[in-house]
């Protein structure tokens, strides 16, 4: 099943969303795509990156593999939802997206083993985290005025349950701007695997429900410029659409 | 008397009252209670910011490694981190050693509470979006490297002790000038005032409001002072600031967190 979160007629409701692309609001009302505004999914009290999860991007940023997760954390004020704007400041020179798996965690999570990192586990969706290079520090990086920028992290458009995903560990990912294709990798060459993630973690603090862990992008990060659509797209999971303003 | 907002255990909502900073103590329906004595929650908050090397004596230390790698050049902007939701914890908690780590570093923050949504301020108008003042121990793993993220130092379990109320910000009417005070089992072990700030209240609102919204009840922590002191499982900590009041919490081992939490006997903020 596929979960969204969307404001429609002044109020903010959950629908489900149907095989035809139509929304299904908990009152029966059946609406368009297009006649919503569509939120983040989920509302997570804490959100989870990861830096260099993907080899060839490690690479790509001439950094050799991490031996441990470069793990960060955002704000609640980067996120926006499918078919948003996303701001490029006007001094940028390179600014590019990141297409990542989003783990939505269903239940708290303390000390769990790899085997069971599954069951802790809601569902995915689909997050563009985009990066302004312009502004990397050496300090903490990746700092928080390159990552934790407000309306930087469009995410959904959906949450897809776990139960519909076979295997997690093997989706392709895409990038489109403006209807070219920029990025393509698989999730299957994550460096840390979500089950990896999650027992990594829980192993010094607490997940909780809600939570989410965007699990890196892999290679492929072009800047882009205002006026661009850009189409963040994972199999099974959704095709987010954000526009650069 | 200073007007205060804060949590009681076994009450739901947020209380607004008049405390002694003083003396410690507290004014509810008339009556004046200990501070000491009663059960403390964290006071209703947002997400929580640090500010790295905020204090200019820990800015001059660090200062000759700036252009060394991996740092190469001294830092533009704030440098900033989160303390997410599992860190926090109440005046009187205990925070937890966690396994395999035997000192853990106390950080005396002043915690300033945004009052209404914030972005872009300019810091002229700064004031305007702060609700008030509160007490932040912001608890690390010691570590010397700054490159990455310091996750797994600062970000663990009950490591952000905040309280034990927010002070109405109208209460301090100089918060760029407050003196902080460290006691490790009753012993001053530093001292220090957010006079030394690189970056004052207002600037570090302007800097960091220019591209990430500060919401209502988000707090931020101005920066922790120079050598921060170490403490060990058993230490009693004692964060005081100026005006502000007293936070005080306990070291355990983290196989001991829940249960040193669940006895009064055993775990108590009263010295």
């Known amino acids: 099943m596929k979960r969204a979160r969307i404001a429609f007629n002044g109020a903010v409701c959950e629908a489900v969303v149907e095989e035809n692309g139509q929304l299904r609001l908990p009152n029966g009302w059946v609406v368009k795509e297009e006649e919503v505004v569509w939120l983040p ?35 609640r004020n ?34 769990v083993k790899a085997e069971e990192a599954y069951d802790y586990v809601l569902g995915y969706t689909v997050a563009n985290d985009y990066a302004v290079r312009d502004y990397l520090e050496n300090y903490y990086r990746p700092n928080f005025r390159v990552k934790n920028r407000d309306a930087s992290t469009p995410l959904g458009p959906w ?17 489109y701007v403006n209807g070219n294709i920029v990025q393509e990798g698989n999730t299957r060459d994550m460096i840390f695997t979500i ?31 205002s006026g661009d659509e850009v189409v963040t797209e994972i199999e099974r999971i959704g095709r987010l659409i954000n526009y650069v303003v | 008397m ?22 410690n103590t507290v004014m509810i329906h008339g009556k004046e209670y200990d501070a000491c004595r009663l059960k403390w929650e964290a006071p209703e908050i947002g997400a929580i910011y640090g500010v790295l090397l905020n204090y200019k004596d820990e800015w001059k230390k660090f200062r ?18 989160m303390k997410p939701a599992n860190t926090i914890n109440v005046h009187g908690g205990c925070v937890p050693l966690p396994k395999g780590v035997y000192q853990l570093q106390v950080g005396g923050a002043l915690g300033v509470v945004i009052g209404r949504t914030a972005t872009k301020v300019r810091k002229g108008e700064a004031f305007d979006y702060i609700a008030g003042y509160t007490i932040v121990n912001d608890v690390a793993v010691p570590h010397e490297s700054i490159y990455r993220p310091a996750v797994k130092e600062r970000a ?8 034990p109320w927010i002070i109405e910000k109208n209460e301090i009417d100089h918060p760029d000038e407050l003196d902080i005070r460290v006691f490790v089992n009753g012993q001053l072990v530093q001292r220090d005032n957010t006079k030394n700030l690189l970056r004052p209240i207002a600037t570090l609102l302007e800097e960091i409001t220019e591209f990430m919204t500060l919401y209502k009840g988000d707090v931020l922590l101005v920066g922790v002072p120079d050598d921060a ?42 010295v």
């Open chain 2, 229 to 270: 002191p170490l403490v060990q499982a058993g230490d009693h900590v004692r964060i005081e600031i100026e005006g502000v009041g007293s936070l005080e919490n306990i070291i355990v081992p983290e196989g001991d967190w829940v249960k040193e939490t669940g006895y009064d006997e055993t775990c108590t903020h009263s």
């Open chain 2, 64 to 81: 000759e490694q700036m252009t060394k790698p991996p740092y190469h050049q001294p830092p533009k902007a704030p440098i900033l981190y």
């Open chain 2, 156 to 163: 663990r379990d009950g490591f952000a002790p905040i309280g």
């Open chain 2, 2 to 23: 200073a007007k205060a907002f804060f949590r009681l255990t076994g009450i739901p909502h947020t209380m607004e009252s008049e405390v002694n900073v003083q003396k």
């Open chain 1, 195 to 225: 089950p990896f993630l999650i027992e990594y973690i829980s192993s010094f603090m607490t997940l909780q429900a809600g939570d989410i862990i965007l699990t890196g992008t892999p290679k492929g990060a072009v800047n882009v410029e």
């Open chain 1, 41 to 75: 999914p989920v509302e997570p009290r804490t959100i989870f990156a990861l830096g260099l999860n993907y080899a060839d991007h490690a690479s790509e940023l001439s950094f050799s593999a991490p031996k441990e997760p470069l793990l960060f954390f955002k704000g």
């Open chain 1, 78 to 111: 980067t996120l926006i939802g499918h078919r948003s704007k996303t701001p490029r400041p006007a001094d940028a020179t390179f600014m590019h997206y990141e297409c990542e798996l989003a783990v939505v965690i269903g239940k708290t999570a303390r000390n």
């Open chain 1, 159 to 175: 949450i897809v349950d776990k139960a519909d995903v076979d295997d997690p560990m093997n989706l392709m990912l895409r990038t």
